[in-house]
């Protein structure tokens, strides 16, 4: 049967519409699969899976309530805002509307501690980062050219800039010895390796800070990376949608700071890729922005807008809320507090249990460290950990795999996209998961019981003492919270149901 749809397909639709560009083949989207098939709910479904594959930030939802409840003049389709209703509804012109541009530079700025300046002439709106994304790559590479982008990076990026572009993506390998940072030999290493391919290396495309590390680049790095591009003649594309979504003594510095400071800099081959997706946790408004100091991108770039632009509505919506500073000056304050202690949440909790991550404060998540649970230092061995811990323990992470990190057994783990009492839920099955683990342990160097059940058990554990033999996998079966677990459910499930 799928084979006859396989041969449909190939008679009926477009190589690029039947093939698998679309890069959805990953464990990262298998993933979000198996919540929306069983998603997480503390009443009528406890032993669903919590997603944590969503970075997205749903903190500081109760403030956006407010400020839209105060402004509904901000909205075209209440009693208060319908007299604009007839201007903003009606064709807008693909620059987008003045006070939207003007009021995003200005954010952009506030984002960035108003060290730089933005020209709202320079602001091209899309559907999104996806869509920006594509937009530039459009803009900047031929089918078969290749930018080069540092590991581990998000896996969204193989279908946003390759799929219907054709573009190649070169990976950079850094390295957990040093906290994967971007190191001049290892883009020389892949732009070398990418030119005997026969692949023509038109840009390097960085996250900062990134996903899925939670870091963020200082100063000397990202001079090293601007003076690389420049000495290359290749684009650098500044994917700076977190810039905002740094905590603690974290500090985010923009290209568009750095390239101030470089004398006679190549502006034409600098790129910035933004949205409000993250910063104001609003990602289905879908409000992506390219800022080009190309002018001859500036100036593509808008005409392919027209595929993908921010409806009117919104663009006034945003221009009303971002020009209130009170409001998102608190917001940000606000938002930085609330991920702060969330993060402290987690990694304590972690910490408790013994389990690594990488330090870093920024993101709407972070890189969790189970190598030393992995049977054997393989992607293999990666994937079966990931499906007990998604299929099994019922949380929804990404394995590094799935963002072409290199080194197996990284997780990335969000934390900001769901409430308290889920959060607690969550960590109390990573608590039961390690404590089942080190039962494991525990049984595997008592003296040997002669009874088969125990030999069964004990006869394929893996030899570390705190690795899972994911081949009897039995008490994970019907989750840990069912009516069948042999551990007892979180107390806050109890409370709930």
């Known amino acids: 049967m799928a084979l006859a749809a396989e041969k449909q397909d190939r008679n009926l639709l477009s190589k690029i519409a039947a093939g698998d560009g679309h890069g959805e083949n990953s464990s990262y989207f ?10 997480f709910h503390p009443i009528h479904r406890p032993d669903g899976v919590i997603q944590m594959g969503l970075a997205e930030n749903q903190l500081c939802g109760d403030l956006m309530r407010k400020w839209i409840l105060e ?17 903003i509804a009606i064709f807008q012109d693909y620059h987008g509307l003045s006070e939207f541009r003007q009021a995003v530079a200005k954010f952009m700025e506030k984002t960035r501690n108003n060290k730089v300046k933005f020209d709202p002439n320079r602001i091209v709106m899309s559907g999104g980062a996806t869509g920006a994304h594509e937009t530039v790559a459009f803009c900047l590479a031929n089918p078969g050219d290749g930018f080069l982008v540092p590991t581990p990076y998000y896996p969204g990026f193989d279908r946003d800039l390759r ?8 990976p950079v390998t850094c390295h957990s010895s040093d906290g994967f940072k971007i190191t001049v030999e290892a883009l020389e290493d892949a732009y070398e390796k990418a030119r005997e391919s026969n ?11 990134s996903n899925p590390l939670g870091t963020t680049l200082d100063r000397e790095c990202l001079k090293s990376l601007v003076n690389f591009t420049n000495d290359k003649g290749i684009h650098l594309i500044a994917d700076e949608i977190y810039a905002a979504t740094t905590f603690g003594q974290s ?10 400071e470089i004398p006679n800099c190549d502006r034409d081959l600098i790129h910035i890729v933004y949205s409000l997706s993250k910063d104001m946790g609003l990602p289905g408004l879908r409000v992506g922005i390219i800022y080009s100091y190309n002018d001859r991108v500036v100036h593509i770039a808008r005409k392919m807008s027209s595929f993908g632009l921010v409806s009117s509505q919104t663009q006034h919506l945003i221009a009303k809320m971002l020009s209130d500073e009170d409001f998102v ?8 507090l609330r991920l702060a202690a969330r993060h402290t ?19 709407l998540f972070l890189w969790m460290d189970l190598r030393n649970l992995l049977k054997t230092a393989t992607f293999d061995s990666e994937t079966e950990l990931w499906r007990v811990i998604v299929h099994k323990v019922k949380l929804n992470v990404s394995p590094g795999g799935s963002f072409h990190c290199h080194e197996p057994g990284w997780f990335r783990v969000c934390f900001a996209n769901m409430d308290q009492k889920t959060m607690e839920t ?16 525990l049984n595997r160097n008592k003296p040997m019981v002669a009874t088969t059940i125990m030999a069964k058990k004990k006869k394929k554990c893996w030899q570390s003492s705190l690795r899972l033999s994911f081949n009897d996998t039995r008490r994970f079966e019907d989750g840990f919270f069912s009516p069948h677990s042999p551990v007892p459910p979180s107390p806050l499930v109890r409370a709930q149901t």
């Open 426 to 441: 969550a960590l109390e099955r990573i608590r039961v998961f390690t404590s089942q683990l080190e039962e494991e342990s």
């Open 251 to 260: 500090k985010f510095i923009s290209v568009a700071e750095v390239i101030e």
């Open 345 to 363: 949440e987690i990694t304590t909790g972690l910490d408790g249990l013994g389990i690594g991550w990488l330090k870093a404060k920024a993101g």
């Open 30 to 39: 298998d993933g979000w699969k198996a919540y929306e098939e069983n998603p």
């Open 71 to 87: 402004h509904p003049e901000a909205s075209i389709c209440t009693s208060e805002g319908v007299n604009q209703f007839s201007d």
């Open 329 to 336: 000056d608190e917001f940000i304050r606000e938002s930085k």
């Open 163 to 170: 799929w219907r572009t054709g573009v190649n993506l070169v």
């Open 199 to 209: 692949i023509s290396v038109k840009g390097l495309l960085i996250t900062n800070p």
